[in-house]
């Protein structure tokens, strides 16, 4: 069972707010990942990061921010929703060497009202 | 940038028949996942192929890998109602670590 834990599962937020969803690994990974993924649609990286202190961005354009201070953790912060903003946004993590699998989060459903 | 396609978007099948998608990127690829996600859930990961023409199978579900990985496939046969799901492929470009997702394949099964 993959230990990864996405906060909130669901946020119903008003245009302009400040958000952070939180993501939290206990697996040791060392790098991590955000998509955005609308219903029924292909999952686009956002956002991803190879360790501590390293962040990049994803293929998909992103308003969002991310940090990485800590190895376990992998929040995703938006200074200012927006409507557009609505989707699911799903967390992920492997580890460092090349080709090992994806462990995924529950999701964080984002609805910006 | 790399580019993976998958079809069909969808896919409706009688309970029994059979299922296959098809993945296909526009750059070689290192190596090849698949993951399914159920209605409502998040990506499972299934299987991965790292070796071109490579061929594994988990009771039912028949994987392959193309001989100039770049393809793959995925094929159910006697598909049953817990079938039911979205199947992605998955991809790093050659001396890429991140993986890059098709659009998926819906499976939906009527029993």
């Known amino acids: 069972e993959a230990d990864i834990y996405q906060t909130p599962r669901y946020l119903v937020i008003g245009t302009g707010k400040k958000i952070t969803l939180e993501c939290s690994q206990t697996m040791g990974h060392d790098k991590m990942y955000w998509y955005q993924q609308d219903p029924g649609m292909e999952l686009h990286l956002i956002h991803y990061?190879?360790?501590?202190?390293?962040?990049e961005k994803g293929d998909l354009s992103s308003e969002s921010t991310v940090s990485r201070i800590r190895t376990e953790h992998f929040p995703l912060t938006l200074e200012s929703a927006r409507p557009s903003h609505t989707s699911q946004y799903l967390c992920?993590?492997?580890?460092?060497?090349?080709?090992?699998?994806?462990?995924f989060g529950q999701g964080t459903r984002l609805t910006v009202v | 940038g790399q580019q993976v396609m998958q079809i069909p978007q969808y896919q409706h099948v009688q309970e029994g028949e059979d299922f296959t998608t098809y993945c296909n990127s526009s750059?070689?690829?290192?190596?090849i996942q698949w993951y399914k996600q159920r209605p409502g859930g998040h990506p499972v990961f299934l299987i991965q192929l790292v070796k071109s023409g490579e061929v594994k199978k988990q009771k039912r579900l028949t994987f392959q890998f193309g001989e100039a990985k770049k393809n793959s496939s995925l094929h159910i046969t006697a598909t049953q109602t817990t079938d039911v799901g979205t199947y992605f492929c998955a991809g790093p470009p050659g001396g890429s670590y991140i993986p890059t997702f098709g659009r998926g394949t819906s499976l939906i099964v009527h029993p």
């Open positions: 992920a993590s492997s580890e460092r060497v090349q080709n090992t699998e994806a462990f």
């Open positions: 990061s190879y360790g501590v202190n390293s962040t």
């Open positions: 750059t070689t690829l290192s190596n």
